[in-house]
Structures are given as C-alpha cells and as structure tokens.
C-alpha cells in the first residue's frame, strides 16, 4: 500500500492509494480518505473505539467533510473509502463506475479495513453508506457476519426505482443483455435536477472535473444487472449481523421535470420502497424519516441536516 499523503480536502485530511492489481482496462486502485482527530474534540468515552468506514453512492465521491467532522468530534476516526473506478481511484481509460458484480468491492474493503488497522485491535466498527454504497454496505456485512457493530445508510439503494414487480419483469431483460453486450449503452436518465437541488441549497462544492457529472456516469447492462442482482438479495431477506440506521427523506418527487420540491426530496429514490426493503436486511433496524432531507440526508438544508445528525448521534448513543 502507499504512504499517506495530503488529501483534496485540504487541512485535516490526507489519502492513501490502495492498490487491487489489474483487470481488462489496465491498474486498479482503491483510494482511503482518513480525518485527521480534531484538535477540539471531546472525546466521548467509548467514541474513542470506534472506526468508521463510509462508502459514497454512484457517480460520486467522498467530500462531505462535515460528516467526517461530526464523529472526529466525538472522538472516533473516520475513514471514507473512494471504490475503484470513482473519484480519486479513476485512471485512463476505465469504464468509471464499472463492475459486472457488487461482491468485486469485497477486495477494495478488505484493502481499506487492512489499512485502517480496526480488526484484532478491540475497536468497533461502524459501517455509513449512501445510496449504491449502501446496497455494496449491506450485502458485504451480510457476507461477513460479525465483523461490523452498527450499520448505518444514508438514503440506501435497496430497490430498483420500478420496485419489486418492475424489478422482477426487468431482470431477465437485463441479465440477457449483461451477457451479450455487458459495456453497451443506456438511454441517459439523470436529467441533472438532483445535482441542480444541491446547488440551490448550497451544499455540492467544486469538483475535480470528471469526478462527478452533472447528469451522473453512463450506465451499462453488465452495471445494472449487478445492481439488480443485489436488490433481489435484499428482498429475499440478509442480515447485516448487527443493528442498522437507515436514514430516509420524508417523501421523494418524480424526477422526470423540475419542481421546487426537489429542493426538500428525494428525487433519486423512491423513499417508501427504500423504507420496506430496509425492514428485510437486520433483526434489529431503525427506520429515520427526515422531513425536507434530499437523498443525500446530510447534504440537504440546516434543518433537515440537523435533524439527521440528531437522528444519527441519538442512535450512535447505544454504541458509544
């Protein structure tokens, strides 16, 4: 693995490359963000034992250094994980986003725990994924009982936006069209108004270019069957082997033309299908709607952002 190095970010935060070898398109690599300690946090007794991994959602990356700050401050550290193919981990010529199975993520979370040094050192382990990460989240905890203590999903992609009918008559078509033409492409259905909602209310920052589209990365069938795949694991029943938060807007709006709402919805997901699908992956889980949350709930306005924050360290309370 590499060396730590001063992270895009700025102050505070450095990165490590973690390299995974090589596929069809040439070197492949993961890429771990760690938040330095806070130099005023107040170190929340048992806060101090834990590690949290955070993975990002599709067409996207790590950045949201407030929520990096919000456990710092308390004494945990925080680690997010950019997936091969994403952000910092994007090199020539790849097929950014690509996998043809979400269980591939397994190495890059190996690799990240690895270096995050959690295991076999006493520290509890909590896992935050937001949107596609949530879903990669939930089945790799499925896969590994016991090595996670808490789950926590920010707005998860637990089931295809047709839900579970449209879900089951897509299938077949998709799983036809990922052996045939796995890297073909998809009608364009990212319009860009959830990007424009972010704007509006003042939370997407700058990226670098290329790191996350306006209208999102193309999608491919080879993509997309692996998603569904992992929403038809979902719905047959996991289970996470710990306690799970799953943080939800309050209502979502059709993202087929823009409307004001989207400033206060979820206009990616349809949050009430999320919510069903979230009730079959833990014995125990917590369901937190967040009114006027978008589907990112931590990136919405001061209100819905501060309720999900109070949601989350209410929750957190039981582990620390």
Same mark, same amino acid.
């Given at each position: 693995m590499?060396?730590?190095?001063?992270d895009?970010? *700025?102050d505070g935060?450095e990165q490590r =490359?973690?390299?995974l070898g090589?596929?069809?398109?040439?070197?492949?690599?993961?890429?771990?963000?760690?938040?330095?300690p806070?130099? %005023?946090?107040?170190?929340? *007794?048992?806060w101090?034992?834990?590690?949290?991994l955070?993975?990002h959602g599709? /067409?996207d990356?790590?950045?949201? =250094?407030?929520?990096?700050?919000?456990?710092t401050e308390r004494g945990a550290r925080?680690h997010a994980l950019?997936?091969?193919?994403? %952000?910092r981990s994007i090199?020539?010529?790849?097929?950014?986003?690509?996998?043809?199975a979400?269980?591939?993520y397994d190495?890059?979370?190996?690799?990240?725990?690895?270096?995050? %040094?959690?295991?076999g050192?006493?520290?509890r382990?909590v896992?935050?994924g937001h /949107?596609?990460g949530?879903?990669?989240?939930?089945?790799w905890a499925a896969?590994?009982p016991?090595? +996670? @203590?808490a789950?926590?999903?920010?707005?998860?992609w637990?089931e295809?936006?047709l839900g579970?009918?449209g879900?089951?008559?897509? #299938?077949?078509?998709?799983n036809?069209? #990922?052996?045939i033409d796995?890297?073909g492409t998809?009608?364009a259905v990212d319009?860009?108004?959830?990007?424009r909602?972010?704007r509006e209310?003042g939370?997407l920052?700058? /990226?670098?270019?290329g790191w996350?589209?306006e209208?999102g990365f193309? =999608?491919?069938?080879?993509w997309?069957?692996a998603v569904? +795949?992992g @929403?038809a694991?979902?719905a /047959?029943g996991?289970d996470v *082997?710990?306690? !799970?938060?799953v943080?939800?807007? #309050?209502?979502?709006?059709? !993202?087929l033309?823009?409307s004001?709402?989207?400033?206060?919805?979820?206009?990616v997901?349809?949050?009430?299908?999320i919510a069903?699908?979230?009730?079959r992956i833990?014995?125990e889980v917590?369901i937190?709607?967040?009114?006027g949350?978008?589907?990112?709930?931590?990136?919405?306005?001061?209100a819905?952002?501060?309720?999900?924050? =109070?949601?989350?360290?209410?929750?957190?309370?039981?582990l620390?």
């Amino acid at each position: 693995m590499g060396d730590w190095h001063p992270d895009i970010l *700025g102050d505070g935060f450095e990165q490590r =490359t973690l390299p995974l070898g090589a596929d069809d398109e040439g070197e492949v690599v993961a890429t771990l963000v760690r938040a330095m300690p806070h130099p %005023g946090a107040r170190l929340f *007794g048992a806060w101090r034992e834990i590690d949290v991994l955070y993975v990002h959602g599709w /067409s996207d990356y790590f950045f949201q =250094t407030g929520l990096a700050r919000f456990f710092t401050e308390r004494g945990a550290r925080f680690h997010a994980l950019d997936l091969r193919k994403y %952000g910092r981990s994007i090199r020539p010529g790849q097929t950014r986003g690509y996998v043809a199975a979400l269980d591939v993520y397994d190495a890059d979370i190996e690799a990240a725990l690895d270096a995050m %040094g959690t295991e076999g050192q006493g520290r509890r382990l909590v896992l935050l994924g937001h /949107s596609t990460g949530g879903l990669t989240l939930t089945l790799w905890a499925a896969r590994h009982p016991g090595r +996670a @203590h808490a789950v926590v999903l920010n707005s998860p992609w637990l089931e295809l936006q047709l839900g579970p009918l449209g879900r089951q008559a897509l #299938a077949p078509i998709l799983n036809a069209r #990922a052996r045939i033409d796995p890297l073909g492409t998809h009608p364009a259905v990212d319009l860009g108004f959830y990007t424009r909602a972010q704007r509006e209310v003042g939370s997407l920052p700058d /990226s670098p270019d290329g790191w996350r589209p306006e209208r999102g990365f193309p =999608t491919h069938p080879g993509w997309l069957a692996a998603v569904v +795949a992992g @929403h038809a694991r979902v719905a /047959s029943g996991v289970d996470v *082997g710990c306690p !799970a938060l799953v943080l939800l807007s #309050a209502r979502s709006t059709s !993202a087929l033309s823009w409307s004001d709402a989207m400033l206060g919805s979820d206009s990616v997901l349809v949050v009430d299908d999320i919510a069903r699908a979230a009730t079959r992956i833990a014995r125990e889980v917590t369901i937190a709607r967040i009114d006027g949350a978008l589907h990112d709930v931590f990136l919405s306005r001061p209100a819905a952002r501060d309720a999900a924050y =109070t949601a989350l360290d209410r929750w957190l309370g039981w582990l620390a």
